[in-house]
C-alpha cells in the first residue's frame, strides 16, 4: 500500500511537471514579442571590403526598402504573391545624419526575395478585398555591389552571400480596388538561418544567431501605398492580377527571456528528482 502510494504520488508530480511545461509553453508563445535596435558587422562577409572604416554599422531599429510586388488573386480567393526588394537606408538609433551606416546604399545593400507568399481571400466588399497569409519564404543577400541590383533580374539580386532565411508566421493584405486607396499588408516571420557574427542586439551584444530556438527572432514589416503605385488587371476568368511597388521597413524583435521556460522546466525536475530520493 505504501508503494502504491509513493508510486501514485510520482504519477502525479510528472503530471505536473508536464502540464507546468505545456502552460509554459502556451505563455511563452503568446508572449508580446520586443522589437529590438540591432547592428551589423560586415566583416563577417568579407573581413578585407572595409579598409577605412570599421565595417561595423551603429544600431538601427529597422531598415528602410523598396519593393516591386506581383499578386495573383484566382476566382476562388487564393492569393500568391511574389516580391523583390532592395533595401534604402537605416534608421539610426542616434538620429545622426549621416548615420555611421558604413556606406549602405553605395558601398553594400541588403536585397531579398520571395515567390510563394500564399493566402486565401476572407472578405471581398465594397471594393476592397482582404486577405489573410499563411505561408511563405523570405531569402535575404547582402551585396558589396547595391549599384547593380536590378529588381527585374534575380540574378542581381541572389549573387551576393545570403544572411537570412524568415518564414511567414502570419499577415494580412488590403486591396482597395475602387482607386480609393492603395494596397496594404502586415507581414511577420520568424527567422529559419541567419549568417554567424553578422547580426546582433545592440542591447546585450549577443549574436543573433545564436538564439536558440532561432526561430525566437522575428522580423515585421506593414506598410501601405499611394493607389498609383498599384495596377489591377482583370483576367477574363475572374482573375485579378496586381502589381504595386511600396516604400517600407523591416524591424526585427526577439521573444522576451526564451531561456525562461529552460530554467523553469530544470527546476521542476530537480523537484521531482528531490521527491524520489524522499520515497
Do not use: C
Not at 56 to 82: H, M, P, R
Not at 143 to 165: E, H, M, Q, Y
Not at 219 to 241: R, W
Not at 253 to 270: D, F, H, N
Request: charged share 20%.
Amino acid at each position: 500500500f505504501i508503494q502504491n502510494s509513493h508510486l501514485k504520488e510520482e504519477a502525479e508530480m510528472r503530471k505536473v511537471f508536464v502540464m507546468f511545461v505545456v502552460v509554459s509553453l502556451l505563455t511563452v508563445s503568446s508572449a508580446t514579442a520586443d522589437f529590438i535596435n540591432t547592428y551589423l558587422d560586415l566583416n563577417a562577409i568579407d573581413n578585407t571590403y572595409f579598409n577605412v572604416d570599421d565595417g561595423i554599422t551603429e544600431a538601427f531599429n529597422e531598415f528602410f526598402y523598396f519593393a516591386e510586388t506581383n499578386s495573383e488573386i484566382s476566382n476562388t480567393g487564393v492569393v500568391v504573391d511574389s516580391g523583390r526588394a532592395v533595401s534604402t537606408g537605416l534608421n539610426t538609433v542616434s538620429g545622426n545624419f549621416p548615420g555611421d551606416v558604413e556606406g549602405e546604399g553605395s558601398l553594400w545593400g541588403i536585397a531579398f526575395l520571395w515567390d510563394d507568399l500564399t493566402g486565401q481571400v476572407t472578405s471581398d466588399a465594397g471594393g476592397v478585398i482582404e486577405a489573410i497569409y499563411t505561408s511563405g519564404t523570405f531569402d535575404f543577400y547582402l551585396d558589396f555591389d547595391p549599384f547593380a541590383v536590378d529588381l527585374g533580374n534575380d540574378s542581381t539580386l541572389t549573387d551576393g552571400t545570403k544572411i537570412a532565411t524568415v518564414e511567414l508566421t502570419s499577415g494580412s493584405y488590403r486591396l482597395d480596388t475602387t482607386g480609393q486607396a492603395g494596397s496594404s499588408y502586415i507581414i511577420q516571420g520568424n527567422f529559419t538561418f541567419l549568417y554567424e557574427d553578422f547580426w546582433f542586439n545592440a542591447e546585450n551584444g549577443d549574436d543573433l544567431s545564436e538564439t536558440d530556438p532561432l526561430s525566437w527572432v522575428f522580423a515585421y514589416t506593414a506598410g501601405d501605398n499611394d493607389p498609383a503605385a498599384v495596377d489591377i488587371t482583370y483576367n477574363p476568368d475572374g482573375s485579378l492580377s496586381i502589381f504595386s511597388t511600396h516604400d517600407s521597413s523591416v524591424s526585427i524583435g526577439v521573444v522576451p527571456e526564451p531561456s525562461t521556460i529552460i530554467l523553469l522546466g530544470a527546476g521542476l525536475l530537480g523537484l521531482l528528482g528531490l521527491n524520489r530520493k524522499k520515497i
